[in-house]
């Protein structure tokens, strides 16, 4: 039996999101010896309404926070400890109480592309449908080709595969990450390059969350913490911070850090329609992180200016 309470793991039932699940367990098990006894972390699923609403723009139903929503409650009523997000999943601002305290060691960010008909998008043939839910997406992919058509797409890998192969659509886009984590990234027929399609803000990292007075789970989440990751990860959530930035939002971001250690961002602010794509770029000392990707936003939002989007 365990010797320590059960230590409870709240997530969404997506395969995507139950194998980012299984990588999280697997990594507090390694980290601490007495969590690799029977019984001692449970997975506990938890069906978001981001999960229930299959056939509109998250835009249109409320943003990303409602795949949290439901495991935020569940986790501020004590039936779980941890949860495990996809962190370009978490809303900008988290429930009092809950906080972003683990992010794992980042998976490849870059979009791919996925096509009976063309090799990438310079390929497909005018009035192409591409199917994405994506704003981020949708303003990028019309920036790179006006000519072409986006319509509304969503679940999960398997049914847009499937959505797919039945002609929905021509072509869409999905995250590497997730078809690495699924064992799916042979599917890809190709990957985008960042400087066409830049990535959702997280895009290929996983961030567990836990209540903020729970000691002991944010010691235990410290041991499997990777902080070069989590710099990047609040460079680009600071951008978004300072756009007020959600799924109303096309607005992307990814931060790297180099092997001498110095953290480059670079964001972008767009209007839906790809009429429009601003971007801006920021170097420095990763500890600076959060405050570099503000100074980025503060940018963008100065060129935009007002009316730029809707808020």
Request: with cysteine.
């Given at each position: 039996?365990?010797?320590?309470?059960?230590?409870?793991?709240?997530?969404?039932?997506?395969?995507?999101?139950?194998?980012?699940?299984?990588?999280?367990?697997?990594?507090?098990?390694?980290?601490?010896?007495?969590?690799?006894?029977?019984?001692?972390?449970?997975?506990?699923?938890?069906?978001?309404?981001?999960?229930?609403?299959?056939?509109?723009?998250?835009?249109?139903?409320?943003?990303?926070?409602?795949?949290?929503?439901?495991?935020?409650?569940?986790?501020?009523?004590?039936?779980?400890?941890?949860?495990?997000?996809?962190?370009?999943?978490?809303?900008?601002?988290?429930?009092?109480?809950?906080?972003?305290?683990?992010?794992?060691?980042?998976?490849?960010?870059?979009?791919?592309?996925?096509?009976?008909?063309?090799?990438?998008?310079?390929?497909?043939?005018?009035?192409?449908?591409?199917?994405?839910?994506?704003?981020?997406?949708?303003?990028?992919?019309?920036?790179?080709?006006?000519?072409?058509?986006?319509?509304?797409?969503?679940?999960?890998?398997?049914?847009?595969?499937?959505?797919?192969?039945?002609?929905?659509?021509?072509?869409?886009?999905?995250?590497?990450?997730?078809?690495?984590?699924?064992?799916?990234?042979?599917?890809?027929?190709?990957?985008?390059?960042?400087?066409?399609?830049?990535?959702?803000?997280?895009?290929?990292?996983?961030?567990?969350?836990?209540?903020?007075?729970?000691?002991?789970a944010r010691d235990l989440l410290a041991k499997?913490?990777?902080?070069?990751?989590?710099?990047?990860?609040?460079?680009?959530r600071g951008l978004l911070e300072e756009l007020?930035?959600?799924?109303?939002?096309?607005?992307?971001?990814?931060?790297?850090?180099?092997?001498?250690?110095?953290?480059?961002?670079?964001?972008?602010?767009?209007?839906?329609?790809?009429?429009?794509?601003?971007?801006?770029?920021?170097?420095?000392?990763?500890?600076?992180?959060?405050?570099?990707?503000?100074?980025?936003?503060?940018?963008?939002?100065?060129?935009?200016?007002?009316?730029?989007?809707?808020?």
């Amino acid at each position: 039996m365990a010797s320590h309470p059960v230590v409870r793991i709240g997530t969404r039932g997506s395969p995507l999101a139950l194998a980012q699940t299984h990588e999280t367990r697997d990594r507090l098990m390694a980290a601490d010896p007495a969590l690799a006894d029977p019984g001692a972390l449970d997975i506990v699923v938890i069906k978001t309404t981001g999960d229930k609403v299959q056939d509109r723009a998250l835009s249109e139903i409320g943003g990303k926070g409602l795949f949290t929503k439901e495991i935020d409650e569940a986790m501020l009523d004590g039936r779980i400890d941890l949860a495990v997000h996809s962190v370009k999943d978490v809303p900008t601002w988290l429930p009092d109480g809950i906080e972003l305290a683990c992010i794992l060691p980042r998976e490849d960010p870059r979009d791919v592309f996925l096509s009976r008909k063309a090799d990438g998008i310079d390929g497909l043939a005018p009035g192409s449908v591409v199917g994405t839910a994506s704003l981020r997406r949708q303003a990028q992919i019309l920036n790179l080709r006006p000519d072409l058509k986006v319509s509304v797409f969503r679940g999960n890998v398997q049914t847009r595969m499937r959505k797919l192969d039945e002609g929905e659509v021509d072509a869409t886009l999905l995250a590497l990450a997730g078809l690495k984590r699924l064992g799916l990234a042979d599917m890809a027929t190709s990957i985008i390059d960042v400087s066409d399609i830049l990535p959702a803000v997280g895009q290929g990292a996983v961030g567990i969350t836990c209540r903020a007075d729970d000691a002991r789970a944010r010691d235990l989440l410290a041991k499997i913490h990777d902080a070069e990751t989590a710099a990047c990860v609040a460079a680009e959530r600071g951008l978004l911070e300072e756009l007020d930035g959600s799924c109303r939002t096309p607005i992307a971001a990814l931060a790297t850090v180099s092997k001498d250690g110095v953290l480059a961002l670079d964001g972008l602010l767009a209007r839906p329609d790809g009429s429009t794509v601003l971007r801006a770029r920021r170097e420095g000392d990763p500890a600076n992180g959060i405050e570099l990707g503000r100074d980025a936003g503060r940018e963008l939002a100065q060129r935009a200016g007002p009316g730029f989007i809707d808020w």
